[in-house]
DNA sequence: CATAAATGTGAGTGTGGACTCATTTTCTTG
DNA sequence: CAAGAAAATGAGTCCACACTCACATTTATG
C-alpha cells in the first residue's frame, strides 16, 4: 500500500471566469504581499483583497506555497521576456547599458510588488530562482560586452551589480519622490564607474587591481 | 477609573544568575533570529536555545516585542562604541577608510547574527532605529574628509554607502569561504573609487557629474 | 536555620491563520 | 429547458505559537 504525498490538485480555469479570477488573485497576492511582507500576508487578506471568498482561492491555490511559487513562476517568465528584448538589440555603450538597466528594473519592480520579498524567500530547489535566472542573464550581457571575461568572472560580476540594483531599490522604495531622481543619479554614476573598469581590456582591469595590491 | 494600557513589568535581574540568563536569552535570540528569520523564530526555540524554560523567558521578556527591542539596544550601544572609535583616530585615505569599514563591518555582522534581521524590521519611531544611527555617524565622518560636502549630501552619500555594504555582507553570507576574499576586496574597490569621487573638492565632483549630463 | 525574595518550570489557555467541505450559484452544452 | 460541470461561498476544523500562572527550587540575609 504505497502511502503517496497525497498529490495535491490545483483546479485549472476552464471558463473565462476563472481566468480572471486566478489573475486578480494573483494581483492581490502580490499587493499583499508586497505591503505586508510575505509572512504576515493571509490567505483571507489576499482572498478579501481579490474580492474573492476564502474558498475560492484554495480552489487554484491549494495551499500558501503554491500560489507563491504561481507568482514567481509569473515574474521568471515577464523576466525573460525583458532580458531577451535586452539581449536581441545592439551592445550599449557601458553608460546607456546601466541606464537602460536602472530604468527598466525600476519600471518592472514599480509593477510588481511583491519581487524584492520573493527575492529574499528561500525556495524549491528545482523550482528556478529568480535571483539566479537574473544572474545569468546579465552575466551573458556583460560577456558580450567584453569577450575578455572569463564565465566566472562574469557572473561574479553581474552578482554584485545586480545586489548593488537591489539595494537602490530598496533605498527608492523609502525615498520621497523628489529624492528619487537623484538617486537613480546617483546609482547609475556609481555602476557606471564599476562596470567601466570591469569591462575593459584586460590588462588596465588588471592593472588597477594590481594598484590596490 | 483610568483604564492604563496594562504596564507590563520585565523583571529585572537582581542576581548575577539572572544576569547571565538575561545575557545567554538574548544570544539564543540572535542565533534563532539570525538562522531562522524574524517571524519565524519562536519563543520556545529561543528559550530552548538558552537552555531556559518557556516560562524563564517570559520573567525578563514579557513579550517578543520588549526581547527584540533589548536586542536592538544592545546593538546599538555596541554600534556607538565601534563608530566613537573610528571618529576617534585620525581621518584616514579613503581606501584605508574604506577597508577598515568593510573589515570591521565584517567581524562585526559575523559575532551578531540577527543584525540585518532587525536591520530590516520596523521599529517604533522613538527608539533609535539601527540604520538612522549608522546613517548620522557615517555621515559624520565623511563630513570631516570633505567638508565641503553640504549635510544633506554627506547623508545621502553615506545611506548610499551603507546600503552597498548591506548587500556586500548578504552575499557573504551566501558565498563559500573562498570566493569571500574576491568579493571582499570587489566591494573595496567599487566603495574606494565611489568615496574618491564623493570626497574630491568640489569642482571635480561637479565636473564629473556634469560629464553624465 | 528560618524566611523571604529571586529565579525556574512546564502544563495550560487563547488566538490567529492555514486549510476543508457541504452546499449553493453560475455557466455550458445538447 | 435539463442536467452536469465549473466556480463561489463561508462556517468550521486544526494547529502552531504567543503568553499565563500556580507552584517548585535556589539564593541572599539575619
Known sequence: ?????????????????????????????????????????????????????????????????????????????????????????DPLRVEDLVKKLVGETIVFLDNRPAFLNLLALPCKPKNTSLRDL??????RILHRSAP?????????????????????????????RIKRRALVREYEGLLTDYLEVQLKPLRFAEQRRAKRG
Chains 1, 2 share one sequence.
Open 148 to 176: 575578455h571575461l572569463s564565465e566566472s568572472r562574469a557572473w561574479f560580476v553581474a552578482a554584485v551589480v545586480l545586489q548593488v540594483m537591489k539595494g537602490m531599490n530598496e533605498l527608492y522604495a523609502e525615498l520621497e
Open 1 to 89: 500500500m504505497p502511502s503517496h504525498p497525497a498529490p495535491v490538485r490545483r483546479r485549472v480555469p476552464q471558463q473565462e471566469r476563472g481566468e480572471r479570477r486566478v489573475a486578480r488573485l494573483l494581483e492581490a497576492a502580490a499587493c499583499v504581499i508586497g505591503e505586508a511582507g510575505y509572512d504576515a500576508a493571509t490567505m483571507s487578506a489576499i482572498a478579501g483583497r481579490a474580492g474573492a471568498s476564502i474558498g475560492s482561492l484554495y480552489q487554484f491555490f491549494p495551499n500558501k506555497e503554491i500560489l507563491t511559487e504561481a507568482l514567481r513562476e509569473q515574474y521568471c517568465e515577464e523576466l525573460r521576456a525583458l532580458w531577451s528584448s535586452f539581449e536581441a538589440s
Open 134 to 139: 537574473l544572474r545569468d542573464r546579465l552575466a
